[in-house]
């Protein structure tokens, strides 16, 4: 178990350095994604406080829970590209072929197809984020305690594992029918829609977001949870969401390999 | 004239082989639209009037929005800086056609086909969420909204497809950075996001000198009656000021372009 795990840990740590001495090859690209990424976050950053800060509540959560809200869901975003990028490049090995060649590896596939093509560029914007929210904790913009960090911890590893789910998933539609790209960029849009608190969404909305694509476990629970404004019934239900997704995906996935046609090999 | 018709059409028929790309590109669309929507619907639960905007002119902003985005936003020009950076451009040059021609029959094709989508997905979206829409009675009102929409269309053209130029002088496959950083500066200060004239009143007057308000906030705004004639006939001016310059820079920066262009890749 251990050898396996270190194992893993090598390939992991040899294709990240590759993934980053990539990008930074294009330095000036680089530079500009970063600069689009972070002005991005600190528009809508600046809409919340513009808007919020106006109003004073947004569907019963102050300014500064909403604040947090948003940079929960930026931490758990970044967190699920920085990890499984590779879900970008896996459209090109579908239809190369080139799958063939990870699938006849002594390493999981899933894993060198998702998790080993690192973004420097997610990897630069997550520490200072993380920064942020524990300055932002600190100084006590929003009540919590330290129960409620342990369970932020928790739903927030809970609410990756569902991510991954969701990209095995995806996988698995690529490899039957090729198409990756819409289905993650439609996957990332409607996970979007948990920049604010999902409460706000009105009902059909929340349940769909709730229940059929769970944004709410994804973005708004661990926030919640920090806060002590979710109850354990829901606590439970997000670890049983994700753990029933997980379990769909993988069984997706093997569906999904025995229909690969190994197409341009 | 008839061969930009083609191109046109061409580009029509590409839409129809690759369909499930261009619905699911409109789904996202949808849901970019719920998440404004829905976020302005709750902060008008407890108020009636937020930043001199009472419901249902936000929400027709927020609508019209998604509505400029299909007919003036939508854009194929993104693709010049590739195609300049494979050495694809060497093929349109031996070809009895102009560039910006060619891109922009190709531009009207995406709005066509965006609009066609548009118009059913709004009909769906009213019916289903029944929101408070302003309703415009003024023809003069209607009629400078939709000649502001008309040199809208071709600003955006003629600065995007500018940023897709700027490709001549950056090495190879760099050009998907800065049109991503484009795209968030253009969202922003359009008012892709919320109507500019909410932002402190400094910044906002120094926006207003900028191209991007013109493309989405003007026109909104003057469908919204929120503007008297002076400052309609002020924005057309800054419009047409960058309008002038813009298609003046396409000009010089084709030909500067083209005398550093090394077809790499082909």
């Known amino acids: 178990m251990l050898k396996s795990l270190k194992k893993y840990l090598k390939v992991w740590y040899l294709m990240t350095t590759a993934s980053f001495s990539s990008f930074l090859i294009s330095r000036f690209a680089a530079v500009v994604l970063l600069s689009g990424k972070l002005l991005r976050f600190l528009f809508f950053l600046f809409f919340l406080y513009l808007l919020v800060g106006k109003t004073k509540v947004l569907g019963g959560y102050t300014l500064n829970q909403v604040v947090f809200f948003f940079l929960t869901f930026n931490l758990v975003d970044i967190l699920v590209q920085l990890f ?79 991510a991954l789910a969701i990209h095995i998933i995806v996988a698995g539609v690529g490899v039957i029918t090729y198409e990756v790209d819409n289905a993650i960029w439609l996957y990332r849009d409607i996970s979007s829609m948990g920049r604010i608190p999902i409460d706000v969404y009105m009902e059909p909305v929340r349940s769909l977001l709730t229940f059929v694509l769970p944004v709410s476990v994804l973005m708004t629970f661990p926030a919640k949870a920090l806060m002590g404004l979710l109850s354990w019934q829901w606590m439970i239900f997000s670890f049983l969401i994700s753990g029933i997704f997980l379990w769909v995906s993988l069984r997706f996935w093997k569906y999904a390999l025995t229909r690969y046609s190994s197409a341009s090999s | 004239m008839k061969k930009y018709i083609q191109v046109l059409k061409a580009t029509l028929q590409e839409y129809f082989i690759y369909r499930l790309n261009f619905v699911m590109w409109r789904v996202r669309s949808v849901i970019q639209l719920l998440l ?5 619907l709750v902060i008008f639960q407890k108020n009636q009037v937020v930043f001199g905007y009472d419901k249902s002119q936000i929400l027709t902003y927020v609508l019209g ?49 965006n609009i066609g989508f548009f118009i059913v997905e709004a009909v769906i979206l009213v019916f289903l969420l029944k929101p408070p829409l302003v309703f415009q009675t003024n023809l003069l009102l209607i009629f400078c909204t939709l000649f502001s929409i008309f040199i809208g269309i071709f600003l955006l053209f003629n600065i995007s497809f500018l940023l897709g130029l700027s490709t001549f002088w950056a090495p190879e496959g760099e050009w998907g950075g800065p049109r991503f950083l484009f795209n968030i500066i253009l969202d922003f200060f359009s008012g892709g996001l919320f109507p500019l004239d909410i932002l402190p009143l400094l910044l906002f007057r120094f926006l207003q000198i900028l191209p991007f308000p013109y493309l989405l906030f ?23 000021f960058w309008l002038i310059v813009s298609t003046w820079l396409i000009k010089i920066v084709w030909q500067k372009g083209l005398r550093v262009y090394s077809a790499v890749g082909r």
């Open chain 1, 84 to 162: 499984l990028r590779g879900i970008y490049r896996f459209r090109s090995l579908v239809v190369s072929g080139d799958l063939d060649l990870i699938l006849v590896r002594p390493i999981n596939t899933l894993f060198r197809s998702l998790v080993c093509w690192t973004d420097l560029l997610d990897f630069i914007t997550i520490v200072p984020l993380i920064i942020y929210l524990i300055i932002f904790l600190a100084n006590g913009q929003v009540a919590f305690s330290p129960i409620g960090i342990l369970l932020y911890l928790l739903l927030i590893l809970n609410a990756f594992v569902l």
């Open chain 2, 36 to 40: 404004l929507y829905f976020l302005w």
């Open chain 2, 65 to 113: 929005v998604w509505a400029l985005r299909a007919l003036v936003l939508s854009t194929r020009t993104a693709e010049v800086g590739g195609e300049i950076s494979r050495g694809d451009l060497s093929l349109y040059l031996l070809r009895p056609i102009s560039y910006v021609k060619y891109w922009f029959s190709r531009d009207l094709a995406d709005k066509i086909f």
């Open chain 2, 218 to 240: 003007f026109p909104l705004n003057i469908y919204l009656g929120r503007l008297n004639t002076l400052q309609i006939f002020q924005g057309y001016l800054i419009m047409t």
